[in-house]
């Protein structure tokens, strides 16, 4: 609804610039309505609304997109998390997010990482673990998110005393959400396939 109104005021628009347009054509014997600096005044203005009109509806799209995201995934406070069961490498995984217009999912505090779980847990299953967006390829030991920017909230699984994660070294790489510990990380080799969850940020 919102936007056959936006579709009718851009109609509305373009018909007032076309007349414009066309009285400039014919000829006044008696006098000129308007100077040419007037209209040239009042089709900037026009031009501008037309602009503004546009990226409005390119918002009002992404908005919908967001929308449609959230509808099969879920919303966790600002973002909108969707999961793909299909087995990828970390790159593919992440590759296809940024298709979508999204990054590989990031938790941010435990209730985010809470949520995410159960999320996981009933798309994807209580036994996988699927990729985060979080990574140590450029140096080892310091874990980015997507961006480059160093993390402040971790959830690694520290259980196992002689091998607390993160403990693969140049090995391993990128980190997974694991379902069956309850959504502790975990760090693996970024070659190996497993299901993901992209993350869209709600502006």
Not at 100 to 118: A, E, H, Q
Request: one cysteine or more; a negative charge; hydrophobic letters at 30%.
């Amino acid at each position: 609804m919102e936007s056959k109104g936006v579709c009718l005021v851009l109609g509305v628009l373009l018909l007032v610039n076309c007349s414009l347009q066309q009285s400039s054509t014919r000829k006044k014997p008696v006098k000129k309505v308007l100077s040419d600096t007037a209209k040239d005044s009042v089709i900037e203005d026009l031009q501008k609304q037309i602009n503004d009109i546009v990226q409005e509806l390119n918002l009002l799209k992404e908005h919908q997109a967001l929308q449609t995201v959230c509808l099969k995934g879920v919303k966790i406070h600002n973002k909108c998390f969707l999961a793909d069961k299909v087995r990828k490498s970390y790159h593919t995984a992440s590759e296809d997010c940024n298709a979508l217009g999204g990054v590989l999912g990031m938790p941010t505090s435990s209730d985010d990482n809470d949520k995410l779980t159960d999320y996981i847990h009933q798309i994807i299953g209580p036994e996988e673990q699927v990729w985060l967006g979080l990574n140590d390829m450029v140096t080892e030991g310091r874990w980015v998110d997507q961006t480059g920017s160093s993390i402040t909230y971790k959830n690694w699984d520290t259980s196992n005393h002689r091998s607390p994660q993160p403990d693969g070294g140049q090995s391993h790489n990128c980190a997974v959400l694991s379902g069956t510990s309850r959504g502790k990380w975990f760090d693996e080799n970024c070659r190996e396939e497993k299901p993901s969850v992209c993350q869209f940020n709600i502006v």
